[in-house]
C-alpha cells in the first residue's frame, strides 16, 4: 500500500498488507496483531493502539508515532535495517529496545514506564518530559543523551556510557540513588 490514509480502523490480521509506504493511519486499532515480517517506511500512526502487537522482523524505517499506545512491544525484535522511529506524547510502558542501534531516537513526552533499554546504543537519545519509572539501562550507551525535563530515571553511570549526556542539578539524585543518599535542593 503506498501514500494511503487508514482512519479509524480495526486492524485484522487478514487484511494486513506487506508494505505500507508513505501511509498515515489515524485513529487505528493493531492491538495484538502478528505484524511478522510487516514493513512500514516513511508512515506516520496518530492516536493508533499497538499494544502487545507482534513485531519479529517488522520494518520500520523512519516512522513516527503520535499520541499512540505501544504497550509491551519488543522492538528489540523488529527487523534493524534502516531501523528510524521517533515517538511523541505515546503510553511505551513494558517496551523492550534491548540491544537496539537507534541514535538521536527521539522521545517527546512519553511514558516510557518498566521498559527496558539494557545494552541499546541510544546515542544523543530525545527523553524530552518522559517518565522513565522502573527503566533498566545498564551497559548502556547514553553519551549526549538529553534528560534534562525526565522524570522518575534510575541511572548508574558506573554501568553506562553517559559522556556528554545532558541531566539538569534537579535530576542528579536519579544519578546516584544506589548511593542512598540523602540529597537537598
Same mark, same amino acid.
Given at each position: 500500500m503506498h501514500n494511503e490514509t487508514l482512519d479509524s480502523c480495526k486492524i485484522q490480521q487478514a487484511s494486513l498488507e506487506q508494505e505500507y509506504e508513505q501511509c498515515l493511519f489515524q485513529n487505528c486499532d493493531f492491538s495484538d496483531l502478528d505484524l511478522r515480517d510487516v514493513s512500514f517506511e516513511? %508512515? +506516520? =500512526?496518530? @492516536? %493508533? @493502539?499497538l499494544t502487545n502487537a #507482534?513485531? *519479529?522482523?517488522?520494518? =520500520?524505517k523512519d516512522v513516527t508515532f503520535n499520541e499512540c499506545k505501544l504497550m509491551g512491544i519488543h522492538f528489540a525484535n523488529a527487523n534493524t535495517f534502516l531501523l528510524e522511529m521517533r515517538f511523541n506524547d505515546c503510553q511505551l510502558? $513494558?517496551? +523492550?529496545? $534491548? *540491544?537496539? #542501534? &537507534?541514535?538521536k531516537i527521539d522521545f517527546t513526552n512519553c +511514558? &516510557?514506564?518498566d521498559s527496558d533499554f539494557v !545494552?541499546?546504543?541510544i546515542v544523543a537519545a530525545d527523553f524530552s518530559g518522559c517518565d522513565l519509572y522502573g527503566? +533498566? =539501562? !545498564? #551497559?548502556?550507551n547514553l553519551s549526549k543523551a538529553d534528560f534534562r525535563t525526565a522524570s522518575n530515571y534510575n541511572l548508574d553511570p558506573s554501568l553506562n556510557t553517559m559522556t556528554g549526556a545532558k541531566f539538569t542539578t534537579?535530576? &542528579?539524585a536519579g544519578l546516584v540513588s544506589k548511593h542512598k543518599l540523602d540529597i537537598s535542593v
Open positions: 516513511e %508512515c +506516520s =500512526f496518530t @492516536n %493508533c @493502539n #507482534k513485531i *519479529k522482523n517488522t520494518a =520500520f510502558d $513494558y517496551t +523492550s529496545f $534491548y *540491544k537496539l #542501534k &537507534l541514535p +511514558s &516510557l514506564r !545494552e541499546a546504543d527503566t +533498566s =539501562f !545498564e #551497559k548502556t534537579h535530576g &542528579l
